[in-house]
């Protein structure tokens, strides 16, 4: 392990360095003081990583093919003339898919490719505004009971009320009590957003109180503070760059949530809207009595609904996590 | 022992009823003494001599799960306080009172207006709330069950001890409490069924996900936690369902569909069926705690001290994973008694969760609000359960304070 | 005489790179140094200097993005560079070679009894029964100076204070005679008192089990109490090693020079405390010339072109700076550090056994 200098095959040039070079220069001030990493921008890391994941890139695709369909579908040539038996005072009948037909038609003879864009484009607006609504909501609400802690007690105790009182429960209670909206699309259609914001925002609200709260006990923050940072600092630079990651996973995780649970109010006949939706099309092609025939006879009437429902479900919230995993800065590496 | 006789009819006559108001007010008495008692003990101001009875009441953890189940208790208060407002602004006079050809218009508003009387719906809104807490409160009381039509007067009562209304509907179980104790045993078979799959399941799955972090096995389970989540539960449902149906088409007969209480093979389906949301949930967070468990240093000592990664992982790791989720053990046991409202639809089982979602589409609204009361009884037994499960996982937290 | 000494490690031409954000880091480069049996070998350095990544690779416990890219670590007959899979090290790890990490607080499983966890290791690799192991635990745990043992033994590591469970630790990692003690900062995260409690007891072990110690620490002071020879890392270099009066009293780069005189210590009244400008280098790229150079006081131009080579200056002492070239000017280190033997007498730790009483019985009812 001894070095002796002349046994090192790189000395002999070393030995023929000038002796100028052996001349004090000191501390290179340029060079002092300063950090040298790579350079790093936050939105380029965000915008790399999610274009190295294939799969949320797939999610976007399929996200924008479903978006077209339920936007130009319900105008495209299947056509919309019900089916029905021969012979028996037509009763309805359902048909496989045909180029009449593109979808076949349900169990009550409807055209099913119209029933499901048309179904989609009501759900997605439905979901699109509580979506934005307990967004909204859930910020706002969130943000004060995080940042205001004489109100978590409050805060902390009607969450608590809320999740003992079965929610589905209060949904049909509130929806008796709610003016009548029978024949009305649009009081039906903010009868049905109204009691789906009702407790909504309460996850979204709950997760950005228990992340304010983390936050503002790291010791960046408290640094901070105890520097005299101003509210408005502390909540622009301190808390909302470290909440992007989990607010914007929520956000995008709110439409398959809101889809789901119009598919379950419509089960339960607890909701107002009489227009064709997404969840009605599922609920009526897997009425408990239908299955078994239609598993039999036609089973396009389950798994066509079925497959577009799990497409668009799945795609959002899978793309809601990968924006989740983006814009979370540890994940930058 | 026979839960329904407890809770509904504990006096079979009047004399029995006197001693039974009387040992009740005595055992009420007592519990309110007893919980002043401790508060006081606990701040020093009656028992300061140090002696193993002071101890025990002074225990961090009793005192702790005694805040909690008050705290809880108002919280209990407070929601059925806004179901019986949403309750009172139906129409609930159509509910109770189903029209009569027998009677002529005054007769039957006599008979409706006792009627409502008898279950606690007339009167002011603050008299309607005073009685139906009376109700609810263990202390036995004579409740009216029955109106002659034409006189409207009380044909039959009974004694209660916890009176929680009675169906408007159902008249093979009018009563509430009795109709609870006779379907809860049909949730709890295919329920318990049901946790144990999550449990056997999810657990190990977590693990494995955990221990082999991005590999094969865990992008598997990810991509499985993924879709439970973003499908909606009722679809995954309609597909296991149609999956089972598709069986019985191709002659397997492994699974029978219709729910038989007698038949344990009957109670497979619907159990499976729910468990896959369970499995997932279990999973994730298993695996989320063990990973977060993963970067601590003991674990990094622990690999120092030579242990194999599977003994870190098995011993040491789960081991610090399971106390969060012993927490979840009171929401798996709720869960698992009241069954889910879609699955016993389903797979028409006579059920808690099917009769809860029957009588919201027929209107039966104080079966709803017995089921609220019956609920948050439970949740706050699920709270005791969930305090001690943690106490016995983290010897901390009986440790701490003291 | 250092040379005649029997070597335990042997490190030779070891490299070391990480992946982070997609970049390929070299964070230790180029070591070549042989520790001896039985010595306590301190490394010295300031936090981003490569001396708990160099101590890591000898128990294979890099982290995932880490890796060795050259080099050999030779141990009894073993290279442990060329170590993949877990199996193979479980035999060294904890055996022949342990480690104590910076903090006791977190170090010991909070869920399981002190007395199982050292049980663990005596089962695992001494075979032991449970018996036997619980007998042992509760003599090694009197053996690190824990009052009470049969008791404490029972007790989970949260009843414990800081000073304890490092002697818990201690217990744990010489339960099994390994030859090699890595102290990787242990004493960092403990109240000073307690800290040369801790020193002492490491060195009165050492003194009946004649283990190795290799110890990382960028105190100093702490080196000049317990260590034989001194390694001085920067920029993922041992740029100076020797004996500790070759360190403390001929240091001969400009590294150590500023190292030494940053001891507040050695702070006169009314002068400002010393310190060494800038940061530490990045190990992104390619280092030209001296890592140390731009933080140089004393910088040549030839130390921004071309990396020195490692001087010898006595038997045992080493450095690695063009400053021992015999073209260099001849610049003397800075007054501050001129009679340190003096100065350092009156600082270096005192002796601890007299403090050592009173922390047990504090430890006792604390926490």
New interface residues.
């Given amino acids: 392990m001894v070095k002796d200098l002349n046994q090192l095959p790189e000395m002999n040039d070393i030995l023929d360095f000038d002796e100028s070079l052996f001349e004090v220069v000191g501390i290179s001030s340029e060079e002092d003081d300063q950090i040298t990493t790579a350079p790093y921008s936050y939105w380029k890391s965000v915008w790399k990583q999610l274009f190295k994941n294939k799969v949320a890139l797939l999610c976007i695709f399929i996200v924008i093919v479903l978006l077209f369909f339920t936007i130009f579908g319900p105008m495209m040539g299947s056509s919309t003339t019900f089916t029905t038996m021969p012979g028996l005072h037509g009763r309805p009948i359902s048909e496989a898919p045909s180029s009449e037909h593109w979808f076949g038609t349900s169990m009550v003879g409807r055209d099913l490719w119209h029933d499901i864009w048309e179904g989609a484009q009501f759900s997605l607006r439905l979901a699109l505004v509580v979506s934005l609504i307990n967004v909204f909501l859930g910020l706002l609400i969130g943000g004060f009971w995080g940042y205001i802690r004489a109100l978590d007690p409050i805060m902390i105790?009607i969450s608590?009320?809320?999740s003992?009182?079965?929610t589905?429960?209060?949904y049909?209670?509130?929806l008796?009590?709610l003016p009548n909206s029978a024949g009305n699309e649009a009081a039906a259609f903010w009868n049905s957003v109204f009691i789906m914001s009702l407790f909504g925002w309460m996850g979204l609200a709950s997760t950005m109180r228990n992340q304010i709260i983390i936050i503002r006990n790291r010791e960046f923050n408290i640094a901070s503070e105890a520097l005299g940072s101003r509210s408005y600092t502390i909540i622009l630079h301190n808390l909302l760059p470290n909440l992007v990651s989990i607010i914007s996973q929520v956000v995008i995780?709110y439409i398959?949530s809101c889809?789901?649970s119009e598919?379950?109010l419509i089960?339960?006949?607890?909701f107002p809207i009489t227009q064709i939706s997404l969840?009605q099309v599922?609920?009526t092609a897997?009425s408990?009595k239908n299955?078994?025939s239609a598993?039999?006879s036609y089973p396009h009437t389950?798994f066509i609904p079925?497959i577009v429902?799990?497409l668009l479900?799945?795609a959002?919230?899978?793309f809601g996590?990968a924006v989740a995993d983006a814009t979370d800065p540890k994940k930058h590496r | 022992m026979d839960f329904t006789k407890l809770l509904t009819f504990m006096a079979e006559d009047a004399t029995d009823y006197q001693t039974q108001i009387i040992i009740s007010y005595i055992v009420i008495a007592f519990l309110v003494l007893a919980i002043i008692f401790i508060v006081l003990v606990n701040h020093n101001l009656i028992l300061k001599k140090d002696t193993k009875f002071r101890r025990f009441l002074t225990h961090p953890l009793f005192y702790y799960s005694l805040k909690r189940i008050g705290?809880?208790c108002?919280?209990?208060f407070?929601?059925l306080a806004?179901?019986f407002c949403?309750?009172r602004?139906?129409d609930l006079r159509s509910v109770y009172c189903p029209a009569n050809d027998h009677l002529t218009a005054e007769q039957f508003e006599r008979w409706c207006d006792a009627k409502m009387r008898s279950i606690g719906l007339s009167g002011s809104l603050i008299e309607q709330f005073l009685t139906y807490f009376y109700n609810i409160l263990p202390i036995p009381k004579e409740i009216c069950t029955s109106i002659n039509e034409l006189t409207a007067e009380c044909a039959q009562t009974r004694f209660f001890t916890m009176y929680l209304g009675s169906s408007a509907r159902d008249d093979t179980i009018p009563f509430i409490a009795e109709a609870i104790f006779t379907k809860l045993p049909n949730s709890f078979r295919w329920g318990a069924i049901d946790i144990a799959i999550q449990l056997i399941i999810g657990y190990p799955l977590g693990i494995f996900m955990a221990k082999y972090q991005d590999r094969l096995v865990d992008k598997i389970g990810k991509t499985y936690i993924?879709?439970i989540?973003?499908?909606?539960?009722?679809?995954y449902f309609?597909?296991i369902?149609?999956f089972f149906?598709?069986l019985?088409?191709w002659n397997i007969n492994i699974f029978p569909m219709r729910f038989d209480p007698d038949d344990f093979s009957s109670w497979l389906a619907p159990a499976i069926t729910s468990s896959f949301a369970g499995i997932a949930g279990i999973a994730y967070w298993v695996r989320r705690y063990m990973l977060n468990e993963i970067n601590?240093?003991?674990v990094?000592?622990?690999?120092?001290?030579?242990?194999?990664?599977n003994r870190i992982m098995f011993t040491?790791v789960l081991?610090?994973a399971i106390?969060p989720l012993s927490r979840s053990l009171s929401t798996a046991f709720i869960s698992c008694l009241f069954g889910s409202?879609?699955i016993e639809?389903?797979f028409?089982i006579d059920g808690f969760g099917g009769m809860?979602?029957n009588a919201?589409?027929t209107?039966d609204?104080m079966i709803?609000q017995g089921?609220?009361v019956f609920?948050?009884i439970l949740?706050v037994i699920s709270y005791l359960i969930a305090d001690i499960a943690m106490a016995i996982?983290?010897?901390?937290i009986s440790?701490e304070a003291q | 005489m250092e040379t005649k000494r029997e070597v335990e490690i042997s490190v030779k031409n070891l490299s070391v790179g990480f992946i982070s954000h997609g970049n390929k880091m070299h964070v230790i480069r180029d070591i070549t140094m042989d520790i001896y049996k039985g010595e306590t070998f301190a490394i010295v350095g300031e936090s981003g200097s490569g001396k708990s990544v160099f101590t890591k690779t000898f128990?294979g416990?890099l982290e995932e993005n880490g890796f060795i890219s050259s080099g050999e670590i030779l141990f009894q007959g073993q290279d442990l560079a060329k170590f993949k899979t877990?199996k193979e090290?479980?035999?060294?790890?904890?055996?022949k070679i342990?480690?104590?990490?910076q903090?006791p607080m977190?170090?010991?499983?909070?869920?399981?009894r002190i007395g199982r966890q050292i049980e663990?290791?005596l089962r695992?690799?001494r075979g032991m029964n449970k018996k036997e192991a619980k007998a042992e635990a509760i003599e090694l745990l009197r053996r690190v100076k824990i009052p009470n043992p049969e008791k404490r033994v029972h007790d989970?590591p949260?009843?414990y204070s800081g000073g304890m469970r490092q002697r818990v630790?201690i217990a744990?990692?010489l339960a099994?005679k390994p030859d090699v003690l890595i102290c990787d900062e242990p004493t960092t995260a403990l109240d000073v008192t307690v800290q040369s409690q801790i020193l002492s007891l490491i060195r009165d072990l050492q003194k009946e089990e004649h283990f190795t110690t290799i110890f990382i620490t960028h105190d100093l002071g702490v080196v000049a109490g317990i260590a034989d020879r001194v390694a001085v890392m920067y920029g993922g270099q041992i740029i100076e090693y020797g004996t500790v009066e070759d360190i403390y009293y001929h240091p001969a780069h400009p590294y150590t020079w500023a190292l030494l005189s940053s001891l507040p210590q050695l702070a006169e009244d009314g002068s400002d405390l010393t310190y060494i400008h800038g940061n530490p280098p990045s190990f992104i790229g390619e280092i030209d010339g001296d890592a140390f150079a731009p933080r140089n006081k004393y910088a040549m131009k030839i130390d921004f072109i071309k990396e020195a080579p490692m001087f010898k200056i006595s038997d045992s002492h080493y450095a690695k700076t063009w400053l021992l070239d015999p073209r260099a000017p001849k610049v003397k280190p800075p007054r501050i550090i001129q009679n340190l033997s003096n100065k350092i007498a009156a600082t270096i730790v005192k002796d601890p056994i007299n403090t050592q009483n009173e922390e047990t019985k504090a430890g006792d009812s604390h926490d």
């Fill in positions: 105790e608590n009320v809320i003992n009182i079965p589905l429960l209060i049909i209670m509130i008796e009590v995780s398959p889809i789901s598919v379950s089960y339960f006949g607890a969840g599922l609920n897997f408990a299955i078994a598993l039999q389950l079925a429902m799990i479900t799945v959002f919230f899978y996590m | 705290s809880a108002v919280s209990i407070l929601a806004i179901t949403l309750i602004m139906q993924i879709l989540d973003a499908i909606p539960g009722l679809l309609y597909l369902f149609s149906q598709q019985l088409i601590s240093d003991y990094k000592f622990a690999r120092a001290k030579g242990l194999s990664e040491h081991r610090n106390v409202y879609f639809a389903l028409s809860l979602m919201v589409q209107k609204f709803v089921v609220v609920s948050a949740s996982a983290d010897p901390r440790f | 128990t416990m877990n090290w479980l035999p060294i790890r904890g055996k342990a480690t104590i990490f903090d977190t170090s010991l499983n909070p869920l399981f663990e290791v695992l690799h989970f949260f009843m630790v744990i990692a099994c």
